[in-house]
């Protein structure tokens, strides 16, 4: 029987890199009485802001959350948004030496305007175009460094097509990580969805290798699953899939070894942030234990219990404990 008092503990011992697009998330609340005499739009009483942190960022929120030291490599603005994010950042205990400020990118920001906890309106400040080849040499140059002062246990990309994930940045992190025996897992998107070749875990949605493969099937089960997993390894060559299903719950097949583990019946609140927390479970679970079943099992409670949350949120790491104990600790 699995210790799981013990697997959280030893958690504190693991290093998490991640790398990839970090952003502002701000949230305007509000109250909605009346429609504007101008235009049929809603009129929101503004009644307070909130800013947390996205994409990447909250991926580390979400390892630290857990206990790991976590250090995050990416690029932001030379912006009160990018002085914002490291701000939060390092409240939240993340190492933000591998975040390097650039006057040729801004800070990407989300501003969702929330009313009843309801999203009325989304409002994002971003850039889309790959960074180029001096940053790329200046963020690979901080990787190289932290390797050689320590490496990670496992080193997780995070990409959300905001364009710090360039194709030659993904290929010599994967290279590095091969030669120091470092576990690499994936939370891909459309862009680069075929540039992750060789890494252990690659972790898309249905839709995203629905997409990024050009198929065309309806049905959810093993057998098409399985048969998304080759089409998957042929072009990847990673050894483990992981696919998430949304409220069907998770699929995972390392050789031999697959099943698709069903969600637990949760009251949802938000689903935004899910796939974060999802990712960073299993990277941690997996980094630990070698075990991709326990980790598809945890990280599958995870992703449902931040669901129960509005807004982005990122693992109570009790709350996590206790359920794991209660539905796997037979």
Known sequence: MMNFEDLFSGFAKRKVAIVGDVMLDTYWWGNVDRISPEAPVPVVALRKKELRVGGAANVALNTVSMGAQTTIFSIIGKDDDGKELMRLLSENNIDTSGVLASDQRITTNKTRVMSRNQQMMRLDAEMTSDIDTSLEDALLQKINNYFTNGKPDVLIFEDYNKGVLTPRLIAALIKLCKEHNVV?????KKKNFLSFKGVTIFKPNLKEIK???????????????KDMHAALQEKLGHQISF???????????????MKIIPTHIRNIAD?????????????????????????AEMANIAGGLVCEEVGTAPINRQKLLDECELLLGE
């Open 211 to 225: 997409e990024g493969l050009n198929l065309l099937v309806d049905a959810v089960d093993v057998s098409s699953l």
């Open 184 to 188: 690499t897992t994936v939370d891909p």
């Open 271 to 295: 689903v935004s942030g899910a796939g974060d927390t999802v990712i960073a479970v299993a990277s941690l679970v997996y980094a630990s234990s070698h075990n991709m079943h326990l980790s």
């Open 243 to 257: 696919i998430t299903l949304s409220e069907k719950g998770v699929f995972y097949q390392d050789g031999e070894d």
